[in-house]
Every structure is written in C-alpha cells, then in structure tokens.
C-alpha cells in the first residue's frame, strides 16, 4: 500500500486565518450594499404600465393605471381603470403629449362618443365594452408620455402625466376600436 508522505499545505496558520476573514469580509460588505433603508420593496410602486391617482375626500374616485395607447404615430386612445365610491361621470379628457425631446405640445380635445357612467363601487374599464376615447394629435408617438386631464362631473378635473405605449404590441395590440365599439354583453342562456 502507498501512502503520499508529503508534508500538505496548511491555510490554518495566523497568514491563513487572516486572508480567509479578509474575504469573509468583503463577501459580507458586498451583500451589504444591496442592502439598506431605500430598497424597492419598502418604497411604493405601481405594479402597472400607467399611473394611479386617488382623487377625492377618502379616495372617493380613483384612477388606476391610466396611460395613451398609440399604434401609428399622431393618433391614440385612453387606457385606465375607474372606480368611485359614489355615482360619478366621466364627461371630457384632453391629452398633451410630451414630445421625446422634452417640450409639452398643445392640449388636444379627446372624443368621448358618450359620457362614461361610474356606478357607485363599480369597476369601469374605458377599452372594455364601449368604444375607445380617442385622441389625435401629431406628437403623440409610443415611448414618450402625456398630461392628461379628465374631467368628471362630480369631481370636477383631475391632470397626471402618464406614458404613452406602443399599441402594437401585445397586450396593447389585442385592443381594436371595432371590437371596444361593438362589445356588448351577451344574453345568457335561458334553462
């Protein structure tokens, strides 16, 4: 039987010792610096692609992830869900794109074919089953943002600055004015 007699190397020694907490250390200052007051998980943040806004004594109404559809540039249409404690309407919108190059353009009227009812604690979801607010204005373009105003007849205006997205891509793109115009709910079948 062969046995290897050679003296091994030992890192147990004071030198050992020292380089090993040495790079103990610096493994533990640098999962350290992840860490700290300002992680994202203890600031609020908005799960969605548009912006929220809580309008109202308590909330009353509220805006959620409202933002500008656009699949050709100069045209687009608004996004967002509404809810309100009380019965409300959403009666007009105005949209001012922001250019990419950081200048705010004129505010263009938006078409709402109707005003939109809020039932009291009613979720309404505006390209859900009445046909899209749209708007048209040559700075509109995916990629940049807006500030829209919508104007309800309770609430009075509310203005937020929101992104506007390229509506040819999915789940933007599953969205077409003839299908938002023509829904309707459909009977249910009778037993």
Same mark, same amino acid.
């Given at each position: 039987?062969?046995?290897?007699?050679? $003296?091994?190397?030992?890192?147990? #020694?004071?030198?050992?010792? %020292? +380089?090993? =907490?040495? !790079?103990?250390?610096?493994?533990? &200052?640098?999962?350290?610096?992840?860490?700290?007051?300002?992680?994202?998980?203890?600031?609020?943040?908005?799960?969605?692609?548009?912006?929220?806004?809580?309008?109202?004594?308590?909330?009353?109404?509220?805006?959620?992830?409202?933002?500008?559809?656009?699949?050709?540039?100069?045209?687009?249409?608004?996004?967002?869900?509404?809810?309100?404690?009380?019965?409300?309407?959403?009666?007009?919108?105005?949209? $001012?794109?922001?250019?990419?190059? #950081?200048?705010?353009?004129? %505010? +263009?009227? =938006?078409? !709402?074919?109707?005003?939109?009812? &809020?039932?009291?604690?009613?979720?309404?979801?505006?390209?859900?089953?009445?046909?899209?607010?749209?708007?048209?204005?040559?700075?509109?373009?995916?990629?940049?943002?807006?500030?829209?105003?919508?104007?309800?007849?309770?609430?009075?205006?509310?203005?937020?600055?929101?992104?506007?997205?390229?509506?040819?891509?999915?789940?933007?793109?599953?969205?077409?004015?003839?299908?938002?115009?023509?829904?309707?709910?459909?009977?249910?079948?009778?037993?």
């Amino acid at each position: 039987m062969f046995q290897d007699r050679r $003296a091994a190397r030992r890192t147990s #020694g004071p030198a050992g010792r %020292a +380089a090993a =907490a040495l !790079l103990l250390s610096l493994g533990l &200052l640098g999962a350290a610096a992840g860490c700290g007051t300002e992680a994202q998980l203890l600031q609020p943040y908005n799960p969605a692609d548009g912006t929220n806004l809580d309008v109202g004594a308590n909330a009353a109404l509220k805006v959620r992830n409202l933002l500008v559809v656009s699949d050709a540039k100069g045209k687009g249409y608004l996004s967002a869900t509404l809810v309100s404690n009380a019965a409300e309407r959403l009666t007009g919108a105005t949209v $001012a794109p922001h250019t990419l190059e #950081g200048t705010t353009a004129a %505010a +263009a009227p =938006a078409t !709402l074919p109707a005003p939109v009812e &809020l039932p009291p604690g009613s979720l309404v979801v505006l390209t859900d089953k009445q046909p899209l607010i749209t708007v048209t204005a040559p700075e509109i373009q995916a990629g940049s943002s807006a500030t829209v105003t919508l104007q309800f007849a309770q609430a009075g205006a509310v203005t937020l600055s929101c992104p506007v997205v390229d509506g040819t891509v999915p789940p933007w793109s599953e969205i077409s004015a003839s299908q938002a115009a023509s829904a309707s709910p459909s009977p249910s079948p009778t037993s």
